[in-house]
């Protein structure tokens, strides 16, 4: 007889429709919610599975359907208390479809029925809808009422207010508002943006010498904002007279290369004691334009001829740079520097000079002088934290050089002066490799062992543990078991947390208790709910490092964002908890697995085992991969434009969506969907192994820096893929390539299960 299966309840379908929505799988999503609708008859559920099929449109950008969505929960069921989110998520669908009166209406609704948590957005959306619509007065209403609200800086919801009285032909005001900001600020770029709006309005009312006052004070004062350069074009226009050093600066500082030459040209020719900034920036002009032999020339003669000048000892670095940077002529450079230490041999920045110097030789080839170099630092300057690093690298070039007993003898300088476990196993690593260099296995495997029992969590630690073991690196454990049950692993972890900071049996450590009545809390879950996810990620980490000493309410918070799929807070949560049982980084691993499984967490994981299984990657890796990109963040945008869990930039995507014909129609924002992002970003990496032959050092570089650095790196290091870590020149693909190989290590711990 079959075993009967039970049929899901309601809220089952809810959270499993709410999971949906976390993988970006919208389609699914309202299927699962349409089921809640229709299969339960408590209204309130009936509310919230509505809001998830109004918010699944939203994301499909099928504004119509979203529309009536929201509006059935706000016509049928008014006592609702997902009532004020349907009213915001309906002016979010208005504002987007352009209605821009409606979205103004629908966010003041939601004022009316969610005051005092998230005021200074809802207005200044309102704000921002009015102004769209026309309707000056009151959206200069909204944007006070906004600055009443916010404790932060205010300058953005200023600058909203004085455009909408310009709009509003309100000129008088606009000048006042604008000139208050000018004075207000300490921010160049601010000022400059402020003098631009001021002096457009002066134009428009028939005050051309105000206005060009405005501009003027802009080129002489902030030359690096864009909007001075702006000023600038409307004086040169107007046959305004300009200081022709002024305009060159402005002018290189837009990226106008070619109009900053002919400006500091002009300055030259016509001001005999004139200053040395306009040969330096000349300079720096001829080398954008690729203009690179004018560039040099420029530097050696501000070099010359300028010997007092502020930007003369900036000038030798650069002319330095140009020669190996652009000319590849790496001796040449290494020479510049050594001639500009004989002129100043007490320069304040002399060490900093030294160590590049070396850096420059290494990169050229000489490695012999560069370690050398290096080596030498930490006699001169003991007591710098450069010479220590120097100190490391002179025993990598030596080695390099296979100079091995000159690297031994720096490495055991580096180790004895060590201070902190990660430079000892490093020390120890590359000691091990010298003995093997030298035929002396018995030696290496001392050394390696030395390195794995300092810490075998750490990079050089894991690194050495593998070569003892004759391990690949990067390919996770043959056996494993990735099913965990967080509900049924909680009562021991409540028990351990009890136990281990003795917290009352009274206390309730299933509810958010005092946490819920925290304003920072409503505030950072409303924003999550509403879509805000980045503004909503900065109050919830605000929050924890807030509770940081709080084990009980860490411990509700940990829960409450793991449940919303907030994940960083929850996993540095997890962390913090650790921490604050004194627990050492090997000691974590046998706490309650609870608290590893959310540390280490499988999210995402339909997506990351369908790609893992699709491109022939491990699903560990993969999943180490996703937490050192983003800590499982799907919404986040870094500052070079990746997106996203596997952090992916858009042209790339592009080209993958192109090559592969998935998906259709891609577009940008489709990386902010996380079956998206995880399946292209597995296959650019699956991509990136099968060029590299399977060397996943060389893998990773090239994912997190590029292909053609990453080439670069392996033709220096050859088949040692130590080595190739060593020789990369980015710390950050350095620190990066290490990381993965430390998240790889505990996934590995927590979820391999040897047979």
Not at 436 to 447: R, T
Not at 463 to 482: E, I, K, S, V, W
Request: aromatic share 12%; hydrophobic share 40%.
């Amino acid at each position: 007889m079959p075993t009967s299966t039970s049929t899901p309840t309601p809220s089952e379908h809810l959270r499993n429709a709410m999971s949906l929505m976390l993988l970006g799988d919208y389609t699914q999503a309202r299927e699962e919610f349409r089921q809640v609708a229709l299969n339960t008859a408590d209204v309130e559920i009936q509310a919230q599975a509505l809001l998830g099929i109004g918010q699944s449109y939203y994301q499909e950008n099928n504004l119509t359907e979203a529309i009536e969505t929201f509006r059935t929960i706000i016509e049928e069921h008014p006592p609702s208390t997902v009532l004020p989110e349907a009213y915001f998520w309906l002016g979010r669908v208005y504002d987007a479809q352009g209605d821009y009166t409606n979205a103004a209406e629908a966010y003041t609704r939601f004022l009316e029925r969610k005051p005092g948590i998230i005021d200074d957005l809802a207005q200044t959306l309102r704000g921002d809808a009015l102004m769209k619509a026309g309707n000056y007065s009151e959206a200069i209403q909204a944007f006070q009422a906004a600055i009443q609200a916010t404790t932060g800086d205010t300058t953005a919801l200023q600058i909203k207010i004085g455009e909408a009285y310009a709009a509003a032909n309100d000129y008088s005001n606009a000048l006042t508002q604008f000139l208050s900001i000018y004075e207000g600020s300490t921010n160049d770029y601010i000022k400059a943006q402020m003098n631009l709006r001021i002096g457009q309005i002066y134009l428009q009312l028939g005050y051309p010498e105000q206005a060009y006052a405005r501009f003027l004070d802009s080129v002489n004062n902030f030359p690096r904002s864009y909007d001075s350069y702006s000023g600038l074009v409307a004086l040169v226009n107007a046959g305004q007279p300009v200081s022709e050093l002024q305009r060159g600066l402005v002018d290189y500082y837009a990226g106008q290369y070619g109009y900053a030459v002919e400006a500091f040209t002009r300055y030259i020719n016509s001001t005999p004691d004139h200053d040395g900034r306009a040969h330096y920036y000349r300079a720096l002009s001829w080398r954008a334009l690729g203009k690179i032999t004018e560039a040099v020339q420029e530097l050696q003669n501000l070099i010359q001829t300028h010997p007092n000048d502020p930007l003369w000892p900036n000038a030798w670095r650069e002319l330095a740079y140009t020669q190996w940077a652009y000319l590849e002529n790496y001796e040449a450079a290494a020479n510049t520097l050594k001639a500009y230490l004989q002129q100043v041999p007490t320069a304040a920045d002399a060490i900093e000079i030294r160590f590049e110097t070396a850096r420059i030789l290494e990169r050229g080839g000489y490695l012999t002088e560069a370690a050398t170099l290096w080596e030498n630092l930490i006699s001169d300057y003991p007591s710098s934290d450069l010479s220590y690093r120097a100190l490391y690298l002179a025993g990598i070039t030596y080695y390099r050089a296979q100079k091995y007993a000159q690297a031994l003898t720096a490495l055991q300088r580096y180790l004895v002066l060590g201070d902190t476990p990660a430079d000892r196993a490093a020390a120890w690593l590359w000691i091990g490799k010298c003995h093997i260099a030298n035929g002396n296995l018995e030696e290496a495997h001392k050394a390696w062992q030395e390195a794995a029992a300092i810490d075998a969590l750490e990079y050089y630690g894991i690194r050495a543990q593998q070569l003892l073991n004759d391990a690949p690196p990067f390919t996770g454990p043959t056996h494993y078991d990735l099913g965990y049950d967080l509900e049924q692993e909680r009562p021991q972890a409540e028990a351990w947390l009890r136990e281990k900071f003795g917290i009352a049996p009274e206390i309730d450590l299933k509810d958010l208790g005092e946490l819920a009545n925290s304003p920072q809390f409503q505030r950072a879950d409303l924003l999550w709910r509403l879509g805000y996810f980045i503004e909503a990620r900065s109050e919830f980490e605000a929050l924890r490092q807030s509770l940081e000493n709080d084990p009980v309410n860490l411990y509700r918070l940990m829960n409450h964002t793991l449940e919303l799929g907030a994940f960083r807070t929850a996993i540095f949560a997890a962390r913090r908890l650790l921490d604050l049982a004194s627990l050492t980084p090997a000691q974590t691993l046998e706490a309650p697995s609870f608290f590893n499984h959310i540390r280490f967490g499988l999210y995402y994981k339909p997506l990351i085992m369908e790609a893992a299984t699709r491109e022939n990657l491990h699903p560990l890796l993969l999943f180490s991969l996703i937490r050192q990109e983003s800590f499982f963040e799907s919404f986040i945008q870094s500052s070079a434009g990746a997106y996203g869990l596997m952090q992916l930039m858009p042209a790339t995507a592009a080209d993958l969506a192109n090559r592969y014909g998935w998906p259709s129609d891609f577009q940008e924002q489709d990386l902010l969907n996380p079956g998206v992002n995880i399946r292209l970003g597995a296959r650019y990496l699956a991509l990136q192994r099968d060029y590299f032959n399977g060397n996943w050092y060389a893998a990773l570089a090239a994912y997190n820096a590029g292909p053609g650095n990453a080439k670069i790196w392996l033709d220096l290091a050859g088949d040692d893929p130590d080595l190739f870590l060593e020789i990369i020149r980015f710390p950050e693909t350095q620190n990066y390539i290490r990381q993965v190989a430390e998240f790889l290590e505990l996934y590995t711990r927590i979820y391999e299960r040897k047979p």
